[in-house]
Nanobody, 123 residues
Framework: QVQLVESGGGLVQAGGSLRISCAASGRSFSSYSMGWFRQAPGKEREFVAATSRIGGSTYYADSVKGRFTISRDNAKNTVNLQMNSLKPEDTAVYYC????????????????WGQGTQVTVSS
């Protein structure tokens, strides 16, 4: 099993940047593909970004491509999401998720989830 804890959320103005992190505890972090998802009020949880087990492959939702960067450090058991050029529509609770399988861009295959961190972008 793996436990996930997100941090780094907050309030930022449109056009600004924010970096959120996910710390994993448990064994064999490098055996998990990691993803970031977000959920805005009244909306379904949606895919944001994901990285393969050794970080060699990354995937992004079209809405964040070119603005967000996912990275992982298997030595520190962390995965980060650098968010630049933030827009009000990026406002959501951001969740870190882990799966033993390959990377997925839908929530269902992910076995473990953090509690989420709020990101609010003001206009």
């Amino acid at each position: 099993q793996v436990q996930l804890v997100e941090s780094g959320g907050g309030l930022v103005q449109a056009g600004g940047s924010l970096r959120i992190s996910c710390a994993a505890s448990g064994r064999s972090f490098s055996s998990y593909s990691m993803g970031w998802f977000r959920q805005a009020p009244g909306k379904e949880r949606e895919f944001v970004a994901a990285t393969s087990r050794i970080g060699g492959s990354t995937y992004y939702a079209d809405s964040v491509k070119g603005r967000f960067t996912i990275s992982r450090d298997n030595a520190k058991n962390t995965v980060n999401l650098q968010m630049n050029s933030l827009k009000p529509e990026d406002t959501a609770v951001y969740y870190c998720a882990a799966t033993r399988g390959p990377v997925f861009t839908t929530p269902r295959p992910y076995d473990y989830w953090g509690q989420g961190t709020q990101v609010t972008v003001s206009s």
